[in-house]
């Protein structure tokens, strides 16, 4: 196979051709120049995905806008084709390769400038160039070469000879040792595939441990494996091609079903409009006619009414002409006729009672549920699998149900209401004996897997006589709350093991004490398992710290949950209960912690995020949020539903720009922010509506990093630039403040709890205690443990818990107040980039925030805080 050219063709693809000298190489003018500062190339610095910057450039990339020091946990994201490349802690762009090639073509293209002697202090014109130290030397140094002892066997080339030169070996600088100075790289280790000196061969490449060559022996073998990645990327580059010829007409014919789709939607909302007005017409049709019918029997009515007051007042004029002008013999002879009269008037009297209704009563919330239903689906590539595996379910199912003369099941059309579908309804035939065994709900029982609603339900695996457990109110058991949701989905996921019964209990596989326990019996994580099973409702009672009284046996699960059988403690194992927790020997492996929900996404809109940096819990632990780059504070309830916003982007009082951080104190609901104003930094306080109230004139801080409130009322706020901790009164009074940078590095966080102020060091990997008054008390954690931490707090139990995401994974370290490791937790479920603080909830959740992930996150633990 033949040298690498380098040229690209029009097709992208790398080609093999011939290779010439580094002055004619395939890097151009431009390739020379930083694609961010768009200057020539100055420590050119290699990224993981190989586009090449400036080092100052990609430190610049590590600070962001408002304001955050240098990320070195976090990865690099190239401009360009947005690849992470992962820098080491505290050792920024420096700590990445250097393009070596692409830095000897910056040399050779500096000949052609007036380039001065860089081997003395002379300043004069070079006239040549040493391979062997990398220097351009002047015409006295050039002399000086050539006759002194000292630089014997280096190898001079004039400048005319090195323009013209095609030795690579006369223009690539010798590559150093950055373990042995003055070591130059001669040898390639084949295990660890790196450059090594003469010394390391001696310490950390040892001849009969590492198997090394000579790099000039090693280079062919080296070249021809470059060969070999090419030649499978122009390969994977040309069905890459393909697939994109394939994925453009997908997109084509995604388009087209869109507009479909939307010609479907439209089409139905007409045909739906259409019927509703022809369901209105029909309507106001039926109420003319029942209007029509009610008003022609009022108006008969009124209409008899009207002749029978007539008749009456008649009968009364004659009667009283009858009193008034007649005498005895003309009332006599005309009493039986008035009288006859006032009999039919007063027997004939129509009702005048009227009872008369007319209304109309819709059922709107019929009316949505059957709309929609029936208004339409969205059939994408996930639910035609889902519908494919429900219909050979269902095939089984009538295969078995054909053989038990079970009832027969058919889909009839759709019924129409007045020309208005209602939608599809499954109707059953057959008789109710025939109904025995179908239709029956499966229970979902967490880590067990489904339990069918049988009569005299079976046994969970792996234990022995446990009666079936309903869960959301099946069986008369009330739903569980989520906490104890996920502690029996632990429980059962030991209860699946197969183990060895102790020599005292039945042959039937059963889970032990040692397996509920997790782990050492004086470990506190043993303890807090025996609480989770005290929150299942089981017949254990938790005394103290470490005892355990009222144990029943494990067997069959009775009213109480546990019928009598193998003694769940045998009287070893009781005592060693008994005594305090002794520390723990840090785990190989973090306890998994589960996502209970999140919320949140890039953007500006309700519920949407855009960089976040602090956020804190309120009275009723709503979670306030510093939305950083959207100039705002976002309110949400525990559950993560959206409450409000305030704030407003500006620098004057009352507005808000680039907050970082929320406090909320208790006693009133007032918000505590801090932004950045006209000054670095900027503290303002609202009330618990949002609306603001003062200023708080705080340039003696440069960056908040944390900010917390007492249980008296003072705003405790630490500078993470200069690392001081401040504490101010409500009003603004600045009451007393101390220095803790003889203590720590970089304040990341900080949370009180009494009279201690935990303050956590982010590159110190470790939180640093300290008293009211600012005295040292002691530290807690260390590296490995607490890598870069960046939230903390102390449950009510005293225990302190501290969050990182170094690794792109949120891990909380467990200790007790006095600096004991407890226990540790990660979640390995998600991808997290820079967290920021860590809350804990009464229910025990654990809530952070990932402000490059723009989002929310509570999370669940088997830990009962």
């Known amino acids: 196979m033949e040298e690498i050219n380098g040229e690209l063709f029009g097709d992208g693809l790398v080609s093999l051709g011939d290779e010439g000298s580094l002055e004619s190489t395939d890097t151009g003018k431009q390739e020379q120049n930083c694609k961010l500062c768009d200057n020539k190339l100055c420590s050119p610095r290699v990224l993981s995905c190989l586009h090449v910057f400036c080092e100052a450039c990609i430190d610049k990339l590590m600070v962001n806008e408002a304001g955050d020091s240098l990320k070195y946990d976090l990865a690099v994201e190239c401009p360009l084709c947005k690849q992470e490349t992962k820098v080491m802690p505290g050792g920024g762009a420096a700590s990445l390769p250097s393009d070596y090639v692409l830095t000897n073509i910056l040399d050779v293209s500096a000949m052609d400038q007036s380039v001065v002697c860089t081997c003395c202090k002379s300043k004069e ?174 108006m008969d009515l009124f209409d008899r009414v009207d002749k029978t007051v007539q008749r009456i007042d008649c009968a009364c004029k004659f009667a009283a002409r009858l009193l008034r002008r007649g005498d005895g013999t003309e009332i006599v002879m005309l009493k039986k006729t008035v009288a006859s009269q006032f009999a039919r008037l007063l027997e004939g009297a129509p009702e005048f009672d009227i009872d008369y209704s007319l209304e109309y009563v819709t059922k709107m919330d019929k009316f949505d549920a059957i709309t929609e239903e029936t208004f339409g689906t969205f059939r994408t590539e996930a639910t035609r699998a889902e519908e494919r595996k429900r219909a050979s379910e269902s095939s089984a199912i009538v295969s078995v149900a054909s053989n038990s003369h079970s009832p027969a099941v058919s889909v009839t059309n759709a019924p129409v209401f007045d020309d208005f579908p209602l939608g599809n309804v499954r109707r059953v035939t057959g008789g109710v004996g025939s109904m025995v065994g179908v239709g029956v709900p499966s229970i979902g029982v967490p880590g067990v897997g489904p339990v069918t609603g049988v009569a005299n339900s079976g046994v969970l695996p792996g234990v022995v006589g446990v009666n079936s457990v309903g869960v959301g109110g099946v069986s008369g058991v009330p739903a569980l709350p989520s906490m104890v949701e996920y502690n029996l989905q632990q429980l059962a996921s030991i209860a699946e093991k197969e183990v060895p019964p102790p020599p005292h209990a039945s042959p039937a596989p059963s889970f032990t004490l040692a397996e509920l326990l997790a782990g050492d019996l004086n470990s506190p994580q043993a303890y807090n398992n025996l609480q989770a ?212 590095r970089e304040p990341s966080d900080i949370a009180i709890s009494g009279k201690e102020f935990y303050v956590c060091d982010f590159k110190g990997h470790c939180v640093v205690v300290f008293d009211d008054e600012g005295r040292f008390l002691r530290r807690i954690g260390c590296e490995n443990v607490t890598n870069f931490p960046n939230g903390i707090d102390v449950s009510d139990a005293g225990d302190v818990l501290i969050g990182d995401s170094h690794g792109n994974k949120f891990h909380v370290a467990v200790f007790s107040r006095d600096g004991v490791l407890v226990t540790e937790f990660e979640c390995p479920y998600v991808k997290v980039s820079r967290c920021c603080g860590l809350k804990i909830t009464s229910e025990g959740y654990i809530v952070t925030l990932a402000k490059n992930n723009h989002h929310v996150l509570v999370l669940n633990t088997l830990y009962i805080v």
């Open 533 to 744: 099973l005290a929150k299942l409702g089981l017949n254990t009672e938790v005394n103290g710290f470490g005892g355990v009284g009222g144990v029943g046996g494990l067997g069959g699960v009775g009213p109480r949950g546990v019928s009598p059988g193998r003694p769940l403690l045998t009287a070893a194992e009781e005592a060693a209960l008994v005594a305090p927790p002794a520390p723990l020997v840090r785990a190989t492996k973090a306890t998994p912690m589960h996502i209970r929900f999140k919320f949140g996404q890039l953007g500006g809109g309700k519920g949407q995020f855009n960089s976040p940096h602090g956020f804190c819990l309120g009275n009723d632990e709503d979670i306030i949020v510093a939305d950083t780059n959207n100039h705002r504070i976002t309110v949400f309830d525990k559950s993560g539903t959206h409450k409000f916003n305030f704030g407003v982007a500006g620098k004057e009082e009352g507005q808000l720009w680039y907050p970082r951080k929320v406090a909320v104190v208790r006693a009133t609901g007032k918000f505590v922010v801090c932004d950045r104003g006209n000054e670095r930094s900027r503290m303002q306080i609202f009330t618990k509506n949002g609306h603001f109230l003062k200023k708080i004139a705080v340039r003696f801080i440069d960056i908040v990093a944390g900010l917390a409130v007492t249980a008296e009322g003072l705003i405790v706020a630490v500078d993470s630039v200069t690392p001081t901790v401040f504490i101010l009164s409500e009003e603004g009074d600045l009451l007393s403040w101390f220095d803790c940078s003889e203590c720590m």
């Open 125 to 298: 014109p070079a006239v040549a160039r040493c391979t062997d130290c990398s220097h351009f030397l002047c015409s006295n140094c050039n002399s000086a070469h050539e006759f002194m002892r000292c630089f014997e066997n280096h190898r001079v080339v004039p400048f005319d000879a090195l323009r013209s030169s095609k030795e690579k070996a006369a223009v690539h600088k010798p590559i150093f040792c950055t373990r042995h100075v003055g070591e130059s790289l001669k040898y390639y280790c084949c295990e660890c595939e790196v450059g090594a000196c003469t010394e390391c061969l001696t310490v950390d490449h040892k001849v009969g441990e590492h198997r090394c060559e000579r790099i000039v022996d090693a280079e062919p073998n080296l070249r021809a494996e470059l060969r070999n990645f090419i030649v499978e990327a122009n390969a994977r580059a040309v069905a890459a091609g393909s697939a994109s010829a394939r994925l453009d007409d997908a997109l084509g014919d995604l388009q087209r079903q869109r507009d479909d789709a939307e010609s479907v939607i439209n089409e139905a909302y007409h045909a739906y409009k259409a019927a509703l007005e022809r369901r209105r017409d029909k309507a106001l049709e039926e109420l003319e006619r029942l209007h029509k019918e009610r008003e022609l029997k009022v």
